[in-house]
């Protein structure tokens, strides 16, 4: 394997594992309690990267749209970054 491809499959699991630890962590916020120690390791692996998205866009009223935002934002990151690393 050459070392093109491992950049890009590093990227893209890298990617890949960050969206599922955003999707758990708001799926667990909805049915675990907080003192949870499998919550409170999946929420500080998520936060500073929700933090970053709340930053920018604050939640709307009672909605918070951080977590589709960054799972969005991870998609086009990991397309971009690919796309480059494909090039190269």
Known sequence: MMLKDLAITFVSMTCDILNLVIFFDVLLSW???VDNKIFQFIDSLARPILNGV???IPPLGMIDISPMIA???LE???NIL???LSSL
């Open 82 to 84: 690919v796309t480059i």
């Open 31 to 33: 049915i675990v309690p």
């Open 54 to 56: 709340k930053k920018i």
């Open 76 to 78: 086009i990151l990991k």
């Open 71 to 73: 799972l969005i934002g």
